[in-house]
């Protein structure tokens, strides 16, 4: 079983609201990564990072934020969500070599 | 970017039934994986196959990498109910002209969503 934590599940917030969505994994994985999917759809990545103080821009662009202080934690901050970042938000980790991809249970975020 | 296409994106099919999900890029990978998601979970790895022609079996899933490492098949035998999901492949490679080390990035197909029905 993974230990790979996000948090909250489910949040649903009004337009402008700053919010930020937790991800924390136990396995000390140096990649990690943010995936946003809408429901039964293909994941497009959005945020990668290699290890502490290193993040990268994925293929979809994203108006979110990330951060990557220690290796275990890797939160994905919106300054002002709007309706149009309703999605599921997935946080992954994986080994440096391999790829392998292991994934939290994931946050769905409505912006009403 | 490299695409991942799969194939089919829907089947819906009756217990019992063989298919086959396939899995094509132009892109050659180190490696590529097979994920399982369920509705409100997150993808769960099902394999990860890296030489060409390599033939992994999970049960009643083979898993195939093609001899060029560009495509990859899922085949499953006699479904069942309980093999309703999305079926995801993804791709790693090394970022081009990147100096860090292990800087694969891994690139999903958009997706087989798979329904077994009694």
């Known amino acids: 079983e993974a230990d790979i934590y996000q948090t909250p599940r489910y949040l649903v917030i009004g337009t402008g609201k700053k919010i930020t969505l937790e991800c924390s994994q136990t396995m000390g994985h140096d990649k990690m990564y943010w995936y946003q999917q809408d429901p039964g759809m293909e994941l497009h990545l959005i945020h990668y990072?290699?290890?502490?103080?290193?993040?990268e821009k994925g293929d979809l662009s994203s108006e979110s934020t990330v951060s990557r202080i220690r290796t275990e934690h890797f939160p994905l901050t919106l300054e002002s969500a709007r309706p149009s970042h309703t999605s599921q938000y997935l946080c992954?980790?994986?080994?440096?070599?391999?790829?392998?991809?292991?994934f939290g249970q994931g946050t769905r975020l409505t912006v009403v | 970017t490299q695409l991942l296409e799969q194939s089919p994106q829907f089947l819906s099919i009756q217990e019992g039934e063989n298919l086959t999900v396939y899995c094509n890029s132009s892109s050659v990978f180190s490696s590529l994986q097979w994920y399982r998601q369920e509705p409100g979970e997150g993808p769960v790895l099902l394999v990860t196959v890296v030489t060409g022609g390599e033939v992994k079996k999970l049960k009643r899933l083979t898993f195939q990498f093609g001899d060029a490492r560009k495509d990859s098949s899922l085949h499953i035998t006699a479904a069942q109910p309980g093999d309703t999901g999305l079926y995801l492949c993804?791709?790693?490679?090394?970022?081009?002209?990147?100096?860090?080390?292990?800087?694969?990035?891994?690139?999903f197909g958009k997706g087989m969503k798979l329904t077994v029905n009694p």
């Open positions: 993804a791709g790693a490679s090394e970022q081009r002209g990147s100096t860090v080390r292990g800087s694969e990035k891994l690139v």
């Open positions: 992954a980790s994986s080994v440096i070599r391999g790829g392998e991809a292991f």
């Open positions: 990072s290699y290890g502490v103080n290193s993040t």
